[in-house]
């Protein structure tokens, strides 16, 4: 009897430790996932770091100061070989990355991603004939373009800007005018201006201050 009474006491225990060793299981393991869970929540807290420094680019390209410059200044100019003084007003574009001054002889639409500007009809109003336009190039094909517009093309009898790729001399009907398309700073420009005939001695000079006065921003 008494080894009987041994015997069941002792599987007991036995049943008793094991019971024990389930119990604790569940917590190692809610433990581990708790270690895990943690670890996720740490990597989800740190920044990529990769990410972050094309973010820091992107936003320093975007806040970067535009140049300081005068407003308005006055810029000498030949007319009909006679050198004259006009005043003229500072445009700047972060987008088309360039400052310039337009003279006074001509309005301008303020806008970021396009330069026009006009020469002004009698009454301060803009005519449309007589206008210049500087922008980036996205159409590849220049020529096609400006010839379904309606312009004749031909090869320009002097080059404007050294970096030019391609420069036409423009006629329709009474209209001339002029384009090139130029690369600065990895981006294509189309600069294009046109005007009747008769402007031609009041007109040009003033695409030349618009020109020469052009800044661009590194």
């Known amino acids: 009897m008494n080894y ?18 389930n119990a604790e299981a569940p917590a190692e393991k809610e433990e581990e996932n708790v270690v895990v869970v943690e670890e996720e929540e740490q990597q989800a807290e740190e ?7 094309v973010k820091e680019n992107e936003n320093t390209e975007s806040e970067k100061p535009l140049p300081e410059l005068e407003q308005e200044k006055t810029v000498k100019v030949m007319v009909e070989g006679m050198e004259d003084e006009r005043k003229a007003y500072l445009y700047q574009s972060k987008e088309l990355g360039f400052s310039t001054y337009v003279p006074e002889n001509l309005t301008f639409e303020d806008k970021e991603d396009e330069l026009l ?8 109003s803009k005519n449309e004939q007589a206008k210049l336009h500087i922008d980036q190039l996205e159409d590849a094909n220049v020529k096609e373009k400006l010839e ?51 402007y031609g001695d009041g007109f040009e000079p003033s695409v030349d201050i618009i020109k020469d006065e052009m800044v661009w921003h590194e």
């Not at 920044?47 to 420094?53: F, I, K």
């Not at 050294?162 to 001399?169: G, M, R």
């Open 148 to 198: 379904s517009e309606g312009f004749t093309l031909s090869d320009a009898s002097e080059m404007k800007f050294e970096q030019s790729q391609e420069e036409y001399s423009l006629k329709k009907e009474d209209i001339v005018g002029y384009a090139s398309v130029f690369e600065k700073n990895g981006q294509k420009y189309l600069f294009m201006y046109q005007y009747p005939i008769e």
């Open 47 to 53: 920044p990529d770091q990769g990410n972050e420094e």
């Open 117 to 124: 500007a006009y020469a002004k009809n009698t009454d301060g």
């Open 4 to 21: 009987i009474w041994k015997a069941g006491v002792v599987a007991s225990m036995l049943g008793l430790a094991a019971c024990s060793q």
